[in-house]
């Protein structure tokens, strides 16, 4: 069961580009940082586009300005990178 719900077990399958966002002091026993940390060499080892960020002094949820901040640049950078269109959506008319 637990390698059926493992991330690790699709790290093959993964094609989307991600972003891995985790609090270095996270202490939350299902989320240590580590298995960020594996995730992310998992997925680069399949050739996938991944970044891994980690927070630093964050737990496992983010408090301090200055890492909501960060997170909120990266993820605009990811979204401006991967996700928006390269030319603007015209309407027919």
């Known amino acids: ?3 059926k719900t ?3 077990s699709y790290a093959d399958k993964i094609k989307t580009p991600i972003l891995l966002i985790h609090g270095e002091a996270d202490d ?3 989320t240590f940082p580590i298995q960020s940390e594996r995730f992310y ?3 680069k080892g399949h050739g996938a586009t991944v970044r891994l960020v980690f927070l630093p002094l964050e737990a496992h949820g983010y408090e301090a300005h ?3 901040s960060h997170m909120l640049w990266e ?3 990811w979204l401006d990178t991967y996700v928006k269109p390269a030319e603007p ?3 027919g008319g």
């Open 1 to 3: 069961m637990y390698f």
């Open 6 to 8: 493992s991330p690790f």
């Open 28 to 30: 939350n026993q299902g």
């Open 41 to 43: 060499v998992a997925l």
């Open 66 to 68: 200055e890492s909501l």
């Open 75 to 77: 993820m605009n950078r």
């Open 89 to 91: 959506v015209r309407s």
